[in-house]
């Protein structure tokens, strides 16, 4: 009697309650999180969240289930939006600021730096994305008048983010 009684104990704890833990710690919250964003390998994702009383972009290690630091990238007063990630998750390119006006930036989880690449469009942007190398990034741009979408190369010399040296899908 004592076995069944144990295991019927043991398997109601093994089902769980099915709640979805709700902590500053996890990724869903009593606070607004939106805008998902997941890397090519599967083990970051990105979102907004306002967790913290204003407006901030998270990486989520789903690895290690914990946040993975972002050291100068969410700044207070600062709108973030948009997050896209490259395939380890190593450049983060996102919607922002800039005196009122959507830029798109880049942040770097090596270099820990944030950098606008479009300081000079003179319309409105919006849905930046990047590629799984990190090399371009694809949004769209209301400069003529019309949402057209457009292409941006970071160039030949950036370094890419490609896992262990060699290109995605080799």
Known sequence: MQVLILALAILLVSCGTGEVRMDIFSVNTR????????SGDGKFLAFVSNRSGSQQLLVYDLQNQGFAPIPGLNRRETIVENPSLSYTGRYICYLTSD?????IALYDRVTKRSQV????YGGWIKNPDISPDGRYI????????QWDIEVLDRGPTVELDIPNGRAVGN
């Not at 606070?31 to 997941?38: I, N």
């Not at 690449?117 to 000079?120: A, D, I, Q, V």
């Open 31 to 38: 606070y607004t999180e939106q805008d998902p964003a997941l």
């Open 117 to 120: 690449l479009t300081p000079t």
């Open 99 to 103: 005196r009122a006006k959507p830029v």
């Open 138 to 145: 694809v949004f769209q741009s209301a400069g003529r008048g």
